[in-house]
């Protein structure tokens, strides 16, 4: 076992700072945490990371911004209002602010990307130091952390990859805010980075969940906890299943697997890093503290899993098959999977026959287009619109054919553990 810090991490998303009363019961969670060292790491208030995104893509194309900043600007302001914090302690705020002003005064560039990444992060950092000056007001021992101080990533924005050897000898960046024996909560940014020739870069969209396992791996932190608005996690969406039930605990493995699917809960690259270092994982509700939760850790390999099901709708199932009649080898693969990189199609699932390659993928016609352009000259290319994918771990026969009623299956694919398949409604 290594050695743990005193610290244990807290991440706090849009939906649980996203008004005054969701961050005086930040406040109160804070209040009760019995642990000497928190990190708190959090996401931009409400769906202001939504907002940013529509000032850059005003930004980008020339169109005012002004108005958006002003909402920017009020949105905060009327959460500062209510929560009484005073004038001086909101400084950094409206210099944040006001930076972001300046920032689109100036030229966006061609790179929509770095572009991105100049404009979005302001949400993590205006929402932070609001949050912090709030903490402060209540005399809570609160202090303030640029987390690009910390994370190092690479140039890829948007979707910045981690520099995990340079993140890691800023380790120490975190640590000297604390002291043996001092109760203290340091507060910093989810979703940002710093690149490796120092600009700000994001993580890609939610995240900050991945934040809070980056820093929690860093510290050598004894646990992660991600305050959320559901009472922890279930075995199926709501939004699309009736009677959906609490997981209490999943291993390390499994809820890789779950995220690997696409379960949406938790960010899929927030489980690596703590099983690495054996940090457990809970994900437990703002509403309902007293609640238990999801714990995610080692040596909770439960025997009897619940059956967990994952649903995509809005599928379409791409068969690709070669013009001159040959069967599949690896150059067609390879040429594949060049078209579907190049044209930034992920694929949910894929199988293949002797005389066709069939991936299962989101709509989206852009990329669907670009894609038949890169293939069309040596491939036929047919569209199954219209079709949903559903996985289910530790399936039972009963549930899978109460689900498939009505239903054609155009594709299945069986292991021990998941069955996945395409379907289609029938008529
Ligand atoms: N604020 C960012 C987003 O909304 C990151 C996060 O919330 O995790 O995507
Ligand atoms: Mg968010």
Redesign the pocket.
């Known amino acids: 076992m290594r050695k743990r810090s005193n610290m244990i991490v807290y991440k706090f ?2 939906a649980s700072v996203k008004d005054a009363d969701a961050v005086k019961n930040v406040a109160k969670i804070l209040g009760e945490a019995q642990d000497e060292h928190v990190l708190l790491v959090q ?2 208030m409400g769906k202001m ?1 939504n907002h940013l995104e529509e000032i850059w893509r005003a930004w980008i194309v020339g169109e005012p911004t002004d108005d958006l900043l002003n909402e920017f600007r009020s949105f905060h302001h009327a959460i500062a209002e209510s929560l009484g914090i005073p004038a001086e302690l909101l400084i950094p705020v409206d210099e944040l602010i006001n930076e972001l002003g300046e920032t689109l005064q100036g030229d966006p560039g061609q790179n929509t990307a770095l572009s991105y990444d100049r404009v979005v992060p302001f ?2 950092l205006v929402g932070t130091r609001l949050v912090a000056a709030y903490l402060e007001h209540q005399e809570l021992p609160i202090e303030w952390l640029d987390v690009r101080n910390v994370i190092v990533t690479d140039s890829s924005h948007r979707s910045a990859n981690v520099d995990w050897e340079r993140s890691k000898q800023n380790a120490d960046v975190v640590a000297a805010h604390y002291e043996e024996g001092v109760r203290k909560f340091v507060l910093t940014q ?2 940002i980075g710093k690149s490796n020739v120092g600009n700000t870069s994001t993580l890609g ?5 991945y934040t809070g396992a980056i820093l929690a791996f860093l510290t050598n932190a004894r646990s992660l906890t991600i305050w959320k608005d559901v009472p922890g996690m279930l075995n199926a969406d709501p939004k699309w299943f009736n009677n959906t039930v609490e997981v209490k605990a999943l291993s390390f493995r499994e809820a890789i697997e779950l995220s690997y699917y696409g379960a949406s809960v938790i960010h899929p690259k927030t489980i690596k890093p703590l099983q690495n270092k054996e940090i457990p994982l809970y994900v437990k509700s703002f509403v309902n503290t007293d609640h238990p939760g999801t714990t995610i850790a080692a040596g909770t390999e439960v025997k009897h899993y619940v059956p967990m099901y994952i649903f995509k709708p809005d599928q379409v199932l791409i068969s690709i098959s070669p013009r001159d009649f040959s069967f599949i080898v690896e150059a067609n693969l390879r040429d594949i999977f060049e078209a579907l990189t190049s044209s930034g199609i992920s694929v949910n699932l894929m199988q293949n026959s002797a005389i066709s390659f069939s991936v299962c993928v989101d709509r989206d016609e852009q990329k669907f287009e670009r894609f038949r352009e890169l293939m069309q000259m040596n491939y036929q290319i047919r569209y199954n619109e219209s079709v949903e994918l559903l996985t289910i771990r530790h399936y039972d026969e009963k549930t899978v054919d109460q689900l498939t009623d009505g239903k054609e299956v155009l594709l299945q694919q069986k292991s021990r553990h998941t069955l996945r398949m395409v379907l289609r409604q029938n008529g």
Do not use: H, K, N, V
């Not at 969209?205 to 969940?209: A, F, L």
């Open positions: 998303g849009g996401s931009a990371t949400g993590e989810g979703f969209r939610e995240g900050s969940d």
